[in-house]
């Protein structure tokens, strides 16, 4: 049975700090992975989505990088600022295209001024 | 786009009541799933559909819970009789099926709070 796990569950660093929120998976038999960012009282809002054959996906100051065999994905955010408070949800898709995603628990970031 | 569209955005009810939470996906999409998001669990997955039929709905936890989809552009989730345990946040999501993947697109849920 396929487990995600991110650490830390919360983190505060000082703006303007690069960071880096990892995620781990317990099967390499993948057909994605995506980041995802939850603001309080909100849904989910997909970040960045990496296909199994990639091994990483940028956008802004957003990097996410996928390593298969080790099961671990990583989020970078660079300059981070206090607008990009919220929580960073990993999600795994499946061996098939079909839409499933099993979520980790969460990373909880506060930025602060 | 409108998004995916929820009703209730809240609703507080009595241990026993029957539960409705709606949905509609975003035009064009032809999957559709519906979450359950709990401080406990994290999120979970409790069934989702491709072109209007149930495909998976392992994750539904008891008979009490039932969904349906009768048309590509509304959804259901009914809870039946509504417990305590079951409050939660229920997200919707949609996306269209390719070959390669898609995004998944969610809604920004039903808050339910059973008393």
């Known amino acids: 049975k396929q487990e995600v796990t991110q650490i830390p569950a919360a983190l505060s660093v000082p703006e303007g700090e690069n960071l880096v929120l990892n995620c781990s998976f317990t099967d390499s038999a993948i057909y994605n992975l995506q980041w995802f960012r939850q603001d309080p009282g909100k849904g989910l809002t997909s970040l960045l989505l990496i296909q199994s054959s990639q091994r990483e996906q940028t956008s802004g100051r957003l990097n996410a990088s996928l390593d298969k065999s080790s099961g671990r994905s990583t989020l970078y955010i660079a300059a981070s600022q206090p607008g990009d408070s919220a929580t960073y949800l990993c999600a795994v898709g499946p061996s098939s295209n079909t839409g499933k995603l099993i979520f980790g628990q969460g990373t909880t970031l506060q930025v602060k001024p | ?115």
């Open chain 2, 1 to 115: 786009d409108a998004g995916v569209i929820q009703s209730p955005r809240h609703e507080v009810t009595e241990m026993g009541q029957e539960v409705t939470l709606r949905c509609k996906p975003i035009s064009g999409h032809n999957s559709l799933f519906w979450y359950r998001q709990t401080m406990m669990r994290g999120l979970e997955l409790l069934i989702y559909f491709n072109n209007n039929v149930p495909i998976d709905d392992s994750g539904m936890p008891e008979d009490r819970f039932s969904a349906k989809m009768p048309n590509a552009s509304f959804s259901t989730l009914k809870i039946q009789p509504s417990e305590p345990r079951d409050s939660a946040v229920y997200f919707c999501a949609s996306r269209y099926i390719q070959v390669t993947g898609n995004t998944i697109y969610f809604g920004e849920g039903s808050w339910l709070t059973v008393v």
